[in-house]
């Protein structure tokens, strides 16, 4: 490829509107156009490492089994009302109707359109196992998309859907995927941790997650640095630290006027923040068929004061699964006869059910809301000076030094980018959508299923966010636009640096690299930042000077100097770093 006959148009200057930096970068380096909130045009050079990344999936699936069709964007609703997602989805589904009124959706995910095939298509055990994956366009009507392509509206994700005779089958095939994904993130060339997350209303432990790492990440990753314990946030054990110590104190009401949180009442009795319990008012309501509300109860959650809730847990905890809310402040009033800043489980005014968290309720002598304001109780204890709680539950986010649940050293938090997701779904879609094949017997079975996405588009932001520096993009080479850039000075004038630069071009194609060699006679300081902003990870400089010492310099994108070697020797040299 030539730069003559390609198209590059670089900026010095990211929009105004660009927030994070692989937006920023993506706009300067002419990657992608905005057309529209959350839409994008992937211009050549961007559309350059989609196709890679996609490549490497396509190659790594069709190892691993699945088998490729494409499904369409445009789907009608009849299938989604047949799985109840038409209504439950929310505004981000986009729901158009077409001159017949008829309703359809863009869609955002192919659940729906995937199960109707595999209802008619695999009617015998013995067509099981299926893996049926497509790389597709979806759509998601965010409410404030942001971040460019890593919160876009419209973007590109490969789905894959497994269709299994039973659970220990599904166990298998979901295997195999996360182990193609596995080798799919190693051939992408960057750092990233596949961690357990939480798998909702199904259950089970068939779920996980994988995050490129960056410090801009949005996700906070668990993991142990000394075992190979991962999760995200959501789903980190918090361990109970052992067993209750025997009071020590006794309980005093005590003046705290003015300070409402944790932090300001254990700066103000001069007692670590650790020894403070943090009260958070849930509340749950029963609904009629018609959906008025004819019930409400009042829940009070406890965690340690420099602990926060972790709202996934709360909801599993048994009589919040079914959904639960934030207490209003006159709910709140009403049961505690005090408002927010100085509530504890101690003399409520109405009964409350009470979760404390495992590390509250291994607490003593610790500090709470005495109900009324400007004051707080100090020493207080279990069983001694109010009853134990209702339900001991982990119920908190863990932190950077707790105990790993594996019991094999301590948890360290890093930020990550979840940019794919491997999902055991069970009958989740078959049983909504009646997809069964014939056993052995001759009767009817739901299928076992489990979908695994991975964000194409959002690859390229999160790369980016991983892999930059101050003077722009540094690809992996795997998924780099082009893997080598040849930047002749005088190309335009020298004959001999014009008929150097085109050999090493042509004889670096011949080895199957994939390179661009710039003839469009730039000054040699734009032409390199342009490259560097690119990121191309290999760069050879051919010059007059140069030529007369029978040389090159050679230079990867994260290397400080060049190398001067033999213009005969660099394209082995190159292909040799390309390569390791």
């Not at 207490?327 to 100085?342: L, M, R």
């Not at 996405?453 to 780099?480: K, Y």
Request: net charge negative; with cysteine.
């Amino acid at each position: 490829m030539k730069a003559s006959q390609f198209f590059i148009a670089t900026l010095k200057e990211a929009p105004a509107d660009a927030e994070v930096i692989s937006h920023q970068l993506m706009m300067r380096a002419g990657m992608i156009k905005r057309l529209g909130a959350g839409i994008y045009n992937y211009m050549p050079m961007g559309l350059r490492v989609i196709r890679k990344i996609e490549a490497i999936i396509r190659e790594e699936m069709n190892r691993a089994g699945a088998v490729e069709l494409l499904m369409p964007v445009v789907q009608p609703a009849e299938l989604w009302q047949e799985s109840g997602r038409f209504q439950a989805y929310g505004p981000e589904l986009l729901r158009v109707k077409d001159r017949h009124e008829r309703d359809f959706v863009i869609q955002p995910t192919s659940e729906e359109v995937v199960t109707d095939i595999a209802r008619q298509e695999l009617r015998s055990y013995r067509q099981l196992p299926k893996n049926f994956y497509h790389i597709q366009t979806k759509f998601r009507d965010e409410r404030r998309p942001r971040f460019g392509i890593m919160r876009g509206r419209e973007f590109t994700m490969k789905d894959a859907y497994s269709f299994d005779r039973d659970q220990a089958s599904a166990a298998k095939s979901y295997d195999i995927m996360f182990a193609a994904y596995k080798r799919i993130f190693d051939r992408f060339g960057l750092q990233y941790r596949a961690v357990a997350a939480d798998t909702g209303a199904i259950g089970g432990d068939r779920s996980h997650e994988f995050q490129v790492i960056a410090d801009t990440g949005e996700d906070a990753i668990v993991y142990c640095p000394t075992s190979d314990y991962a999760a995200n946030v959501e789903l980190a054990e918090g361990l109970s630290p052992g067993a209750r110590p025997a009071p020590a104190e006794a309980m005093v009401k005590t003046p705290t006027p003015g300070k409402s949180t944790c932090a300001d009442v254990a700066a103000l009795l001069g007692l670590p923040l650790q020894r403070t319990v943090k009260s958070l008012v849930l509340a749950t309501d029963e609904k009629n068929e018609a959906g008025d509300i004819v019930k409400s109860s009042v829940w009070l959650l406890l965690v340690r004061g420099d602990h926060e809730l972790n709202e996934v847990k709360a909801g599993k905890v048994e009589g919040l699964k079914n959904g639960w809310r934030f207490a209003t402040v006159a709910e709140i009033e009403d049961h505690f006869g005090c408002k927010p800043g100085y509530l504890g489980p101690i003399g409520t005014k109405k009964p409350v059910k009470v979760v404390a968290d495992r590390t509250v309720a291994a607490m003593a002598d610790f500090i709470c809301g005495a109900n009324e304001a400007d004051f707080h109780i100090t020493g207080v204890n279990w069983g001694r000076d109010l009853p134990e709680p209702d339900l001991v539950a982990d119920i908190r986010n863990v932190l950077a030094g707790d105990p790993s649940p594996d019991g094999k050293g301590v948890l360290a938090i890093q930020r990550g980018i979840e940019v794919g997701h491997v999902f055991y779904l069970g009958t989740k879609y078959s049983k909504a959508m009646n997809a069964t094949y014939l056993d052995e017997t001759g009767k009817p079975q739901l299928m076992e299923m489990g979908c695994y996405g991975i964000g194409v588009t959002r690859i390229l932001g999160a790369a980016i966010e991983q892999n930059h520096d101050e003077r722009g993009i540094i690809w992996p080479a795997s998924i780099a636009p082009f893997e080598a850039v040849i930047c002749p000075i005088g190309y335009d004038r020298s004959a001999e640096v014009k008929a150097a630069a085109d050999h090493l071009h042509d004889r670096l194609l011949g080895l199957g690299i994939d390179v661009m060699l710039d003839d469009r006679g730039e000054r040699p300081g734009a032409m390199f930042a342009d490259w560097e902003l690119v990121g191309v990870p290999q760069r050879v400089v051919i010059s007059d000077r140069g030529l007369k010492a029978g040389t090159v310099e050679l230079q990867g994108r994260r290397e400080a100097q060049a190398s001067v070697v033999a213009l005969t020797e660099a394209a082995a040299l190159l292909k040799g770093r390309l390569s390791a």
